[in-house]
T-cell receptor, first 120, second 113 residues
Framework: GAVVSQHPSRVICKSGTSVKIECRSLDFQATTMFWYRQFPKQSLMLMATSNEGSKATYEQGVEKDKFLINHASLTLSTLTVTSAHPEDSSFYIC????????????????FGAGTRLSVL | GENVEQHPSTLSVQEGDSAVIKCTYSDSASNYFPWYKQELGKRPQLIID?????GEKKDQRIAVTLNKTAKHFSLHITETQPEDSAVYFC????????????FGSGTRLSIRP
């Protein structure tokens, strides 16, 4: 299957600092990537949809100035958690949509391995 | 807004028995329904998907059924094995490049030896 790389896998930072998380599609072009937040033993909560070359679409309740998303190329989207606080501590996971470029399937999301953010 | 409900939240079955997870969706325009498996500490992996032009799809021990009229879809795992233990998520989406995928709340499946 397709590979999506997410980096870093874990980050610990001080309150007030900013953290950047990268999501790369390694063997396909992804015009659309998604950013999720997952709390322990809970589902994937969609934060925003990242579209290559345009502004991200944020879900209701997600602060766009807090969670900056950039999708500058067809293989890379970044999520920056600005001025992080302890309540931002969570597991952040990205996915990239493979649309019609692989065999019989289309509209398949491949997930990154996730980033565990701990804000002290 | 769009919503996907998933039941049960936890499921424990004896090894070798079958497991069934059910989902309902609210957006009648949804036509793509993937299922993901997430093992502890790992990324969600697509295990099977179904589109609205078919009512059932099978891949070895797993099968999905879809009832578009009732807006229900289900995952069936037969002859369960210990490695089936994981969290399973259903999801619904419109089959377009601009659409997002809405996930259910997940089912934690445990296989008893």
């Amino acid at each position: 299957g397709a590979v999506v790389s997410q980096h870093p896998s874990r980050v610990i930072c001080k309150s007030g600092t900013s953290v950047k998380i990268e999501c790369r599609s390694l063997d396909f072009q992804a015009t659309t990537m998604f950013w999720y937040r997952q709390f322990p033993k809970q589902s994937l909560m969609l934060m925003a949809t990242s579209n290559e070359g345009s502004k991200a679409t944020y879900e209701q309740g997600v602060e766009k100035d807090k969670f900056l998303i950039n999708h500058a190329s067809l293989t890379l989207s970044t999520l920056t958690v600005t001025s992080a606080h302890p309540e931002d501590s969570s597991f952040y996971i990205c996915s990239a949509r493979d649309w019609g470029s692989r065999g019989l399937y289309k509209n398949i999301q491949y997930f990154g391995a996730g980033t565990r953010l701990s804000v002290l | 807004g769009e919503n996907v409900e998933q039941h049960p939240s936890t499921l424990s079955v004896q090894e070798g028995d079958s497991a069934v997870i059910k989902c309902t969706y609210s957006d009648s325009a949804s036509n793509y329904f993937p299922w993901y498996k997430q093992e502890l500490g790992k990324r969600p992996q697509l295990i099977i998907d179904i589109r609205s032009n078919v009512g059932e799809k099978k891949d070895q021990r797993i099968a999905v059924t879809l009832n578009k009229t009732a807006k229900h879809f289900s995952l069936h795992i037969t002859e369960t094995q210990p490695e089936d233990s994981a969290v399973y998520f259903c999801a619904a989406s419109r089959d377009s490049s601009a659409s997002k995928i809405i996930f259910g709340s997940g089912t934690r499946l445990s296989i008893r030896p």
